[in-house]
């Protein structure tokens, strides 16, 4: 509906009791008598119908109208014809200046020509100025459904899975319902949410390494997802544990990642902590953001921002798949940082019972499998820019008296040799070479963790590891899925090599500065315009901005003047002189709030997306 009741009275009116009683007793209904026979006249043409209605309620002083408050409501048309009258429902006062200012704009009003008399009553129609006082109005939406608790059912075919593998059953959501599909189980609900999601789909430009511009075969996030979605199910199959949850994990554990690999992510965290100069003002007057990790990112982007359901916000992973993504890497951002990312007491709990470690067995195996997707490919990709020979590798191996993976690389050159020698050709010999020795790489550390693994599983079960983990509510608290010694010492090697023959190369130091500088120039021209954000962005600030708050100015819609007026005092987390009927510490609430989507919003595109809008920008 866009037509609306518009009352403007005199603050010295009687009736004005009314709109105060039925605003301090929760939109309670009232009755505001009609007093001039024009004002009647139009109250009597009304439809029988609910219509919004603002009383704008004014002060004359020496001939100067002024706007103290406006009551935001509901009336409808009520009394006898002679002596009509509007029942209404106040459900909002509004007394802060910039919200008041911003009502006059948008309503054109003019106070000078329309206050003549003590008050007058006419019918509008301004559907911009109706969304931006509904939205006023109402309270946040809340999904009350959290509370509701489902039990999910056995499933036939995990009767087989290893004692302490992870169930349908044990399945655990925020938001849970009866399932009447039973042609999938719970986490593969997971895995197909993750699948289907547009997060999931942009990491096909998010870089690993080297730029995509570099080639088309170097490694992306999401080419690397996939390796270690592969790699991880082979081990998962091995030690008999669930592959649906290992898939969606694997899937899932970096869905969160920034543009420009770790560069970008890097960047978020010092512009966030105050290494950079542009948020420092605000960050000593006490305001915590709470840095910036992939890992955290990914929990926020599939609980809160992907948008799929009508009723709540994210993908309503559950809490096994939600706790194998975070814990796929270091969670050392602050103590308080978490609270940043998920907005759940109940998820903050499950999570938290034993920060460092994947509480599931599908968990762990990822983290392992990430690992080894990192190192085998990082490998190739070295190979292939020319970084790092066969030979280097040859001689660590043989050094360390790994003679296992060295035998396995020799045999693998041989064969080259031997198909060369019968005329065999290749398009491009190097590289395939380099491919065997990846899946070398590949293949001993899986066969290592599996091995390694099946002998600490059994400890564990000898040692009443079953009840522990039952007592746990099906979670383990201590690390069963690793490396043996050897293969440990391989992969830290793997590691420190790739670090400096290739993170630290001059090629990859200049993608990541270009990657650094368009992260920090993006953010700081959001963060002085946010105009310039993307329109789901500001829909979402000021979603933000209303659950903490009422003084919320629409951002499309409002008067330009207005908005950048706001934005200035929320960029300096500081009020105005003139500014009443606050929220307490509300600027500085609001700069978080602001601050927080601009991470999210650039933390979300795609590295092409990041060049093509820090191109815009600055033209």
């Not at 119908?49 to 001939?63: C, R």
């Not at 008399?117 to 109402?138: C, D, G, H, W």
């Not at 500065?513 to 315009?529: H, K, P, Q, R």
Request: proline share 2%; glycine share 4%; hydrophobic share 35%.
């Amino acid at each position: 509906m866009s037509e609306f009741i518009m009352v403007k009275a005199k603050d010295s009116l009687p009736s004005l009791r009314y709109l105060e009683e039925s605003y301090i007793d929760n939109g309670a209904k009232r009755h505001f008598n009609i007093t001039s026979e024009p004002d009647r006249a139009v109250v009597r043409d009304l439809a029988d119908k609910i219509y919004p209605t603002y009383f704008l309620v004014f002060s004359e002083l020496d001939g100067v109208r002024t706007v103290k408050y406006i009551y935001i409501g509901e009336g409808i048309k009520a009394g006898t014809a002679g002596n009509p009258s509007i029942e209404i429902s106040i459900l909002q006062k509004i007394a802060n200046k910039s919200m008041l200012d911003n009502f006059l704009s948008c309503s054109e009003i003019d106070l000078t020509q329309d206050f003549e008399r003590n008050s007058y009553i006419t019918i509008e129609n301004l559907p911009s100025l109706v969304r931006q006082m509904n939205f006023i109005a109402k309270p946040p939406y809340k999904n009350d459904d959290v509370t509701q608790v489902v039990e999910y059912p056995s499933i036939d075919e995990e009767d087989t899975l290893h004692s302490l593998a992870q169930r349908n059953e044990y399945c655990l959501r925020e938001y849970s319902y009866p399932n009447t599909d039973n042609s999938r189980g719970e986490f593969q609900r997971d895995y197909d949410r993750i699948i289907h999601s547009k997060s999931f789909r942009r990491m096909v430009d998010k870089a690993q390494i080297f730029s995509a511009d570099k080639g088309d075969h170097y490694r992306t996030r999401m080419t690397h997802s996939i390796a270690v979605s592969q790699i991880a199910k082979s081990i998962s199959k091995a030690l008999k544990l669930n592959e649906a949850l290992t898939d969606a994990i694997a899937l899932g554990h970096d869905i969160g990642h920034t543009p420009f690999g770790h560069q970008g992510e890097r960047t978020l965290n010092e512009i966030l902590t105050g290494k950079k100069a542009l948020l420092r003002d605000v960050l000593d007057k006490g305001v915590s953001y709470g840095g910036f990790k992939h890992n955290y990112h990914s929990l926020k982007v599939v609980t809160r921002l992907e948008e799929k359901y009508v009723a709540f916000d994210g993908l309503n992973l559950s809490y096994q798949t939600l706790d194998g993504i975070w814990k796929h890497t270091k969670t050392n951002l602050t103590d308080d940082s978490l609270s940043h990312f998920i907005s759940s007491q109940k998820l903050n709990e499950y999570l938290i019972i034993e920060k460092a470690i994947p509480s599931t067995l599908e968990g762990q195996v990822v983290k392992m499998a990430d690992e080894i997707a990192q190192r085998s490919h990082d490998l190739e990709d070295a190979f292939a820019a020319q970084r790092l020979s066969i030979e280097e590798i040859k001689n660590y191996l043989m050094l360390s008296k790994m003679n296992e993976l060295k035998v396995r690389i020799d045999a693998i050159e041989d064969e080259f040799i031997q198909a060369s020698e019968l005329n065999r050709f290749y398009a491009d010999q190097a590289e395939l070479l380099h491919g065997r020795i990846s899946s070398a790489v590949i293949d001993f550390f899986v066969k290592d963790v599996i091995a390694q693994s099946k002998t600490n599983l059994d400890d564990f079960l000898a040692s009443d590891g079953l009840r522990r983990f039952r007592d746990a509510e099906h979670r383990v608290q201590t690390i069963l899925i690793f490396f043996s010694i050897k293969a440990k010492k391989l992969c830290d090697y793997l590691e420190k090599i790739i670090s400096k023959k290739v993170i630290n190369s001059a090629e990859v130091s200049l993608f990541d500065s270009n990657g650094a500088s368009i992260v920090e120039s993006l953010f700081t021209s959001y963060y002085n315009n946010p105009r310039l954000l993307h329109r789901g962005t500001l829909h979402r600030i000021m979603q933000d901005f209303r659950k903490i708050t009422k003084n919320v100015i629409d951002f499309e819609e409002s008067d330009p003047s207005i908005i950048e007026l706001e934005w200035k005092k929320i960029a300096t987390a500081t009020a105005g002189e003139e500014d009443d009927d606050l929220a307490e510490n509300e600027y500085l609430e609001k700069n978080k709030l602001l601050v927080g989507n601009i991470a999210d919003f650039i933390a979300g595109m795609t590295d092409s997306y990041a060049m093509n809008e820090y191109n815009r920008i600055r033209r």
